[in-house]
């Protein structure tokens, strides 16, 4: 039953069966292949509708590291079959995007739009690789009058051990996030310049400090794990140290994110160790001078909020007003207004200071996505305004 | 003859009924009921009073409307004598006729294991019944006490009890609100004789008790020894008795703020009394319209007298709502929730669809096709206008809500409908176009009647932005029209295949419709969905965060994409896009609402079960409607060869 055009039209990429192909050839084949785009595609349905669902349960945090950042995930509903993640499926997307979409489409000019519209996805994915590798994200939370040359993490925590030196600077040994110990285990850290080494374990997530009981613990006390915070940003980790001098001289101390800085005396100086959030240095310092809200009349709705901040670079201010929608842009830092505080006070209560917290972020790739889509909606456009023209002609000739 | 027959059994059912409506007549119940007649004047001054509610400023007829829908669960009510009110009267009947108002049973209760809770008993009620005020009254104590209890529940984790009780007890407070406001205009304060001196009267309306306190204050000082003990003990029971009469008048917040004031908040009678008691001076205007509501109260008996009255508050109201520039639009929504558009253009479509289907019996009679386009042209002709309306209302594109994101995906799949029919000229996409015009529009109704609440709210700051909701927003709604009514003409390639109608010329142009709709769709779908991650990376610094709403709209064109994808590569033909296309339904039923039910991330919107269930209904039917297809693919067209695309 062949009534209908679509139904004799050839694929637009073709794959031509061919005889007696190279393996190499088949692989190319298969990468460039409609089957492989399928596939993809209803993979990352299934991934996304997974990583939708399992957010009654699960902090975004944890949904994203467990379906969309990795290779392979399992869920509660099919514990036994590993499914491909949002790594994985991304990659084969591009590869699949790169040979079928761009390198073995048909130059041809009805397949214009469709090679734009390619070009556009590309872009999209590209920009998001980069996000990913490069990009930097955190928060800033400055008081009214108060100033800010630093922005933290909102999830990742390190330990930092620092000291004064002679010059009466302050130098500092940091253990990134990622080094830090998986709970269970024990890992130990030597620098140059740092007369010790520095082992961690009992790395907890989320915890907090309990009396032990006499003989037990740390100097009577220990880390009760507790579960992970609603919001990650929440947690407050906990990790044991262990300094070890060469001469066998050694110091133990329990680092937690709500406690004050351990110090102690190690070769000779006084070295300060503590677990913080990860931060980053600004090329410049944001004061806050006045944070601006409004609700709508006699609700708790707000209808706007925003900040006058002084932005100060080489002893040169600049005036600036940051709100919702219309961050600031400078030096490759983007500043969002997405908070404020004190929240929660008693309607009538009068507040004396507020503090704005501004979301922060560093993305080589920040207006990728906007270019992108510029670029495949062109496309999109073009392509199936032309097929409508050609239809329309058909429908044209149907009818005379 | 059969005719005569049914005539004659016609007359007896009339007669019998005329019989019965006497009989219930002269057993009729004596107690006064509600049945006044509000001159037309008075009704359209109430329902032109500017007032703020919920954030906003609108037309009193806005409040009564929704106030009644909360209570009654519709917007009329058949009074115990009969008579018929409409939200404003029925707002007036409470407003000044209380005590006659509590009587009339227009609380409704759907489940009488409230009461059961509530420790309210009342003989001969069936589960889902009415009930007035007076027979609520014992249990209301309990009833705030439990919906404060039950409130902070999120409403998805609710149990159906818990749900109830937190309904019931805003219906019951809206009522309060409006019932009880005039306490303090129901008569005048009786003041001591250790005060008359002072007042030089013996009793004392709030609005001459708020003009005389500046001067009494005066005369006070100047005696230098102020009150005596007896006047001071009968000042401090006067000003409990003021207390006690003003604080149920907080509900209804309609005295604007006089000229110079810079504040966004307008006041209510309790505000105004307590500035004024509190040392402020308190503007003339406000003095009069406090005079003119003790004036309609006390004379509410005399509709002259209350015209006359609600014609001064509505003076003093206006006067300075508009020297705040905030009355510009107030007469507008009146006129539009008088047009109704969206419910009127719900019966033209209707009538649109009747048309459509006669020319289906009737193909030789060529006018009837004309009149069906001029019919379903002037419905959407209809519901467009309905659409300015409500963006010259909000001043933003109508998309800002759920009920909004309804009205205006029907109106583009409507048009799209008309555009395939000009397009195709196969009468297929003009009689889907009443059809899902009626559908779309219905849900909608349903959807304010579930809620109940006003569908011109204020914006949460994140949205207050008119480039994103007119690009983003409007983009994805026409994704999401695209695909349902591509989902919708699926429906029809499967079902007729399956029962065997049509001919191949009409599934050939079918299937081509479905094709071109969801790349309609599909252009809308991705621009939209990128446009979001852009306008998340300006407000949110991030242009991606696998929040629901964000995956839903990444589902849609995730599904359009394998269909595109499947057909050029040859693996589905008409048959299999429409059978996807039902699929896809569900993919954009689960993203426009479902991912609002899951209750996190940052797009979520209230949700009720009712919703819920109805959704469920939706996914069953478009399951069904795939099996069907289904079916008739493995027994019908399933080729040899397995590899062979359906």
Redesign the interface.
Known sequence: ?T??T??T?V???A?VTVKHESIGQRVVNLLA???L??TI??F??VL??F???E??DTN?HD??TK??DSFFFTTDTIPFLPLPGGALLLTLLAVNLFVGGLLRLRRTPSRVGIFIIHIGIAW?LL??LV?FVFGV?GYVQIFEGESASRFLSHNEWQVTIAHQTADGKERAFVIPPEKLPEPGSTTKFTAEGLPFAVELRGYLRNCRVNAAGHGTGMDGYTFKRLDDAEEPQNNRPGVTAKLIEPGGVTREAMLHSMAEPYVTRMAGQRWALTIERQSWELPFTLKLRKFHK??????N?????ASDVTRTEDNVDHDIHIS????MRYAGY?F?Q?GWGPQNVPRGTPIKRYFSVF???KNPA?RG??Y??IV??CG??YH?IR??RL??RS?NRR?A | MPWNKLSWLALALVCAALIATTARGEAKDVTPTLHRTWSKETLKLASTLPIQDRGRIKPMSTVAGYAMLGINHKRTHINADGAKREPMQWFLDCWLFPDLAEREKFFVVTDSAVLKTLEIEVAGKKKRDRYSYAELRPGVGKLFELAHEYGPIKEKDRDRLQSQIVILANAVHAYERIAHYLAFAHAPMQLEPPLHGLFGKKSIWVSDFLTALPEVARKTQKSGSGLSPDAQAAFSRLSRDLERRMVSARGLVFFPPPAGSTGKEWMTAFDVVELAVTGFPVAPAHIKMLQALEKMRSARTDPAAVNAAMREFHKGAVDLAKERGEYDKVELEVFYYKQDPFYRSLYVYLLGFILVALTWLLPHVRRLRLASIIVVGGALLYHTYGLVLRCILRSRPPVSNLYETIIFITAIVVAVALVLEYINRRGIGLGAAPALGVIGLFVAHKFELTKKEDTIAPLIAVLDTNFWLATHVTAITIGYAGGLLAGALGHIYVIGRAFKKGSEKFYSSLGRMVYGTICFSLIFSVVGTILGGVWANESWGRFWGWDPKENGALLIVLYQLVLIHARLGGYIKSFGISMVAILGNIVIGFSWWGVNALGVGLHSYGFTSSISRALAIFYAVEVLVFSIGAVYWFLNTRPPRATSAF
Not at chain 1, 294 to 299: A, K, N, S, V
Not at chain 1, 301 to 305: E, G, H
Request: hydrophobic fraction near 40%; aromatic fraction near 10%; proline fraction near 7%.
């Open positions: 039953m009534t209908m679509e139904e039209q694929p637009e990429t794959t292949s409609f089957g785009t399928i595609l209803l990352l349905m996304t509708f990583g939708t669902i957010q009654t975004l949904i994203r379906f969309f999209l920009s998001g996000e994200k409004e609700e709508h009349p006699r609700t709705v707000p209808s706007r909020f919702m929608n219309e961050p983007t969002y997405s979301s922060v972020g920040d996505p906007l992108a889509c495949i909606a999109l456009v199936f097929k409508l239809h329309l429908e009818r």
